[in-house]
């Protein structure tokens, strides 16, 4: 049972549009979601995060939405540039757990053409 | 500078052998995991660990094994029981209630 889910494989965007990649999970108790940037053959990198007594949470070009009744959070990226090409993993924790276990996603590929 | 050190980069193993692969961090980080990627598959949970002699089963645990003797390292033996080992593996580490910090990965091939 696939708890965080992104439903797109793959996406690509010209350069200077806008990037939106979506995740969404089936775990009510999940309350902190985080976005993971990897590029091959390394390992993934933290991008941004968000709580859910949070809707918005934004750092410079990265905007995260998290829509809680809907159990939907995705990832604005505005301007795309071509260095943002990687791939993105969603990825959520119940923090009432105790043991800040991620869950992730399967991952998006993004490709921004110049 | 902190970080979490994953070694070798690339390791080949023949069909039947046992391998290790290393993962050592300097963060102080409390606990460690080991996810493996393969294509389409995202990154599942392998084992973890949250203190010292101690670690769990995650996901996709048979044909591993792991110890946890040193809070620092957290090594990850592929055996030979474990029917299609090649794949991207990646250790991380966190601190309790923040994210993880992931090494570099360890490609492991089999030949």
Request: with cysteine; net charge positive.
């Amino acid at each position: 049972d696939q708890q965080v889910k992104q439903n797109s494989p793959s996406l690509s965007v010209q350069e200077g549009r806008i990037s939106i990649l979506n995740c969404d999970y089936t775990n009510s108790m999940f309350d902190y979601f985080l976005w993971y940037k990897k590029y091959p053959a390394e390992g993934p990198t933290f991008l941004i995060s968000i709580s859910s007594i949070k809707d918005k949470n934004e750092d410079g070009r990265f905007t995260v939405f998290l829509n809680k009744s809907a159990k939907h959070l995705s990832l604005h990226i505005v301007p795309s540039q071509p260095g943002d090409s990687a791939v993105y993993f969603c990825a959520a924790t119940d923090s009432g757990a105790g043991s800040y276990q991620l869950t992730f996603g399967k991952g998006t590929k993004l490709s921004v053409i110049p | 500078d902190g970080g979490i050190t994953q070694s070798p980069k690339y390791l080949f193993r023949k069909e039947g052998q046992n391998v290790t692969l290393s993962c050592e961090q300097n963060l102080n980080h409390d606990a460690m995991y080991w996810y493996r990627q393969d294509p389409g598959q995202g990154l599942r949970l392998i084992y973890y660990s949250q203190i010292v002699n101690d670690f769990q089963k995650g996901d996709i645990a048979e044909g591993y094994s792991v110890s946890r003797e040193k809070k620092e390292s957290f090594p990850l033996t592929v055996t030979s029981a474990q029917k299609n080992p090649t794949a991207f593996y990646l250790c991380a580490s966190s601190r309790t209630g923040y994210g993880y910090t992931f090494g570099s990965g360890t490609r492991l091939t089999v030949v």
